[in-house]
């Protein structure tokens, strides 16, 4: 693939230019006014996606006042590729005679297609432009189809560039937060870049090179592969690089390109044919041109595209999001491949149909907003919901002429007084303390309150754990025994007291664990906070760091210097025995003191890594990567091996691997074939980061011996990278040097020399395949990793 872009990029290059201007469609022509009846119900044509066999079309082209060129407005309808429609199947009119300016036809039975022709007066020009259309369908048909894709295309573009217009007149501070989704929702491509340039920059940038920007949406098609020889897919693929035009290939240019060449091989004595696209505007269709046309022979035909003949008639739109609340004042129902939804006239009369669980329906009218991404609300839904729960929620509306129903919206609704506390409304001061509310409706909250004896109200962070549950943490760090109230507040509604109480927790002494040999140990129960001595077997500890786990307070108990050393006896508690049933007495701030039953456990392994080997895979590139002894690949494998001091170690026994950061952890045992056991003091473990840490096992990992059940302290093994594969490193005269290869974005910085002065960083997300760097002062840079930030990697290449 790599040697087919670089053979087809000189092609592309010489295609780009002349794709790029006949893409542009930055010529204004004139527009036709027209109306399409059916059943009795009139529309403008901005709002018919389709038409059908019987619709009555009344057209005219709007021209200047002083218009000097006589152009005949010509309607034609196809009947496909291979069948020539019949003569009386053409209406002409004369556009400069105003009883014959205006054209009235109904779509005849077996028509496929209506197409729209403004051609200059020839005398007989009327029917040597049938007779080309009856003699060649095919070229039409596709012209037709593919120029009315092209010109739903060109409304999303012109909806996006006028959507960043008004918002940088209006509100440029806004642009930053409002572009994606204004782009998402219109299916456009969004250069993300242009968002950290100075905001005064930041709406050109988004609307530059702006036929690129519109994406490919399902059942567009293009003809690049016959224009290049190659596959379509190949051309949109040379099209992604720089060299092949970054971005002329998009689909909309695409389909333009196309038809210019059809109509490049097709033309008469008297007329050429050059594409329209119409972008409707109530009962206009404004169109763009990409060609200037020529009044001289060959004189221009303008072809307009007309909606397709028994097309789709829904939306075929979705709902995406997860559940919200109806009563929301900024509710947004977010829809999914729906760009036509907000960039065409197409939907009218949309509305929210509800149904309550009483029974209770009712229609709230919708409007479509491109810049908040999905449908909002015409007015608040609280007055006209109350507090009823929702039993179906589904988009209707009118899809030009045919009504629709779809999709379903997941949305909420209920009363704030639903909601009790669970297990009960007792609460504990001293510190925060976690609730759970349940019965209501999660999404429907718009904030909690807490309010003490005083009447003062502090506020409570919540979440939503489910539909009908919350999870919320109350401020009582300070708070006092005694009565509060938890005020819930849902959106567009009146706010509900829950009564609670608040009680101090009585303090709660469970155990005391203790290694033997160790310093310190670990007290559990409840309100630990409250401990300020502990005494076992004559050893005083004091308290340390306060945690809370599996619903406990865990405290750690530091050994204090005996008598009236400044030092830590660290033999002090290696005579104490494993197993031994001991007291402790604790003391409490208040001075009281309870008793707590200590555990003496068997010493933790004292472990040591003996030694370690690193067997790297090639990075992939030409160039060698010269890494750090610690460092290793994430396709590699490493072998260390441990060695027990203070225990004897037998096939039971395991060795756990873990990420620093507390991530991926894997666990290697005999039976595994992963461990081995030599004498009885020797582990040596074989790790293969990818397998057994998967993707979230780089940056550095650590290790532990696991014996009898009690683990180890961990110790360091590695630093786990992934790497860049490095093809070139090539320097001109004048020192500019680049680097070339593939994931380049794994680098963090280059630099000339090790120590990394004058270092350039690499931008995050950098995905190109070559890359500006400092040069060495020899043959030799220097890089750092996202993944191992610290380590130096060395590259020698000869300039």
């Known amino acids: 693939m790599r040697r087919l872009l670089r053979f087809l990029a000189p092609l592309a290059v010489l295609l780009a230019a002349p794709a790029a201007a006949q893409g542009t469609f930055d010529l204004a022509g004139p527009a036709l006014v027209m109306t399409v009846e059916r059943g009795g119900t009139t529309l403008p044509i901005a709002q018919v996606p389709a038409l059908a066999e019987g619709d009555r079309l009344t057209l005219a082209a709007d021209l200047p006042a002083d218009q000097s060129a006589h152009y005949l407005l010509v309607l034609g309808f196809l009947r496909g590729a291979t069948n020539p429609p019949p003569k009386n199947w053409f209406a002409v009119a004369e556009t400069w005679k105003p009883k014959k300016a205006r054209l009235s036809l109904a779509v005849p039975k077996g028509a496929t297609q209506a197409i729209a022709f403004l051609a200059p007066d020839t005398g007989g020009g009327k029917d040597a432009l049938i007779d080309a259309v009856r003699n060649k369908p095919g070229v039409f048909v596709r012209a037709s189809q593919d120029l009315f894709q092209a010109s739903l295309d060109r409304a999303r573009l012109e909806t996006f560039v006028g959507g960043v217009a008004r918002i940088e007149e209006s509100a440029p501070e806004r642009l930053a937060a409002v572009s994606p989704r204004l782009a998402g929702a219109l299916a456009i491509r969004l250069n993300t870049d242009c968002l950290a340039r100075p905001r005064a920059l930041q709406a050109a940038c988004l609307t530059q090179n702006r036929e690129a920007l ?13 224009l290049t020889g190659t596959p379509t897919q190949v051309a949109y693929s040379i099209a992604a690089t720089r060299e092949g035009g970054a971005g002329f290939y998009s689909p909309y240019i695409g389909l333009a390109r196309d038809i210019a060449r059809l109509f490049g091989a097709f033309r008469t004595a008297n007329y050429q044919y050059i594409p329209a696209l119409g972008v409707g505007a109530g009962d206009r269709l404004k169109l763009q041109l990409n060609t200037a046309p020529s009044f001289q022979n060959p004189k ?35 829809m999914e491949d729906a760009p036509l939804l907000f960039a065409t006239g197409f939907a009218r009369d949309l509305k929210l149909h509800v149904v309550t669980a009483e029974g209770k329906a009712l229609d709230l009218p919708l409007v479509a907003d491109a810049e908040r991404g999905g449908l909002v609300l015409t007015a608040s839904a609280a007055g006209a919901i109350g507090t009823a729960a929702i039993q179906q929620a589904v988009l209707t509306g009118a899809w030009g002429f045919d009504r629709f129903s779809g999709p379903r919206f997941a949305l909420q609704n209920g009363a704030a007084e639903a909601w009790t506390p669970r297990p009960d409304n007792n609460v504990i001061v001293g510190r925060d303390h976690p609730l759970t509310l349940t019965g209501g409706a999660a999404t429907c909250v718009d904030q909690i309150g807490l309010r003490d004896a005083a009447g003062a109200v502090r506020p409570v962070a919540f979440k939503a754990a489910g539909s009908d549950e919350i999870a919320a943490t109350l401020p009582l760090a300070r708070a006092k025994p005694g009565d509060l109230a938890l005020v819930v507040t849902p959106f567009g509604g009146a706010p509900a007291t829950l009564p609670l109480v608040a009680r101090t927790e009585a303090s709660r002494l469970e155990s005391f664990t203790l290694h033997v040999g160790e310093t310190s140990g670990e007290l559990a129960g409840a309100r630990l906070d409250q401990v300020t001595e502990l005494t076992v077997a004559g050893l005083r500890f004091a308290p340390g760091a306060l945690a809370r786990r599996d619903d406990s307070d865990r405290l750690t108990m530091t050994l204090k210097p005996a008598g009236d050393a400044k030092e830590i006896d660290p033999a002090a508690t290696a005579a104490l025995e494993a197993g031994a049933e001991l007291a402790g007495k604790v003391r409490l701030r208040d001075g009281r003191g309870a008793n707590v039953a200590v555990a003496v456990v068997p010493p933790r392994p004292k472990v040591a890594l003996v030694s370690r080997n690193v067997e790297a895979p090639a990075a992939g590139g030409k160039v060698a990567l010269h890494l750090p002894e610690t460092m290793l690949p994430m396709g590699g494998r490493i072998t260390f091996s441990l060695r027990a001091a203070n225990a004897r170690l037998d096939a039971a026994d395991k060795v756990e691997v873990a990420a620093n950061d507390g991530g991926a952890t894997a666990t290697l045992t005999a039976a595994a074939g992963n461990l081995q056991i030599v004498g009885d003091d020797i582990a040596v473990a074989t790790l293969t980061p990818q397998a057994a840490l998967g993707a979230g096992g780089t940056g550095p990992i650590r290790a532990r011996l ?35 290869g593939e994931r380049l974005f794994l680098i963090a910085a280059v630099a000339p020399a090790a120590d990394f002065a004058g270092a350039k960083p690499v931008p995050p997300g950098y995905v190109e395949t070559k890359l500006e760097v400092p040069a060495p002062s020899g043959d030799t840079l220097y890089l750092k990793l996202h993944d191992a930030p610290d380590a130096v990697i060395r590259v020698t290449a000869k300039p």
């Open 214 to 226: 519109v994406l490919q949406t399902g059942g567009t098609t293009s003809l690049a592969d016959t």
């Open 706 to 740: 696991v014996i009898d059940g009690v683990a180890g302290e961990w110790l360091p093994v590695a630093d786990v990278v992934r790497l860049p594969a490095i093809e070139a490193l090539s320097c001109g005269r004048k020192g500019a040097c680049t680097l070339a």
């Open 300 to 334: 221009s035909v303008l072809v307009v595209p007309l909606p397709p003949i028994g097309g789709e008639r829904t939306p075929g739109v979705r709902a995406k999001g997860d559940m919200a609340c109806l009563t929301r004042p900024d509710l947004v129902l977010a």
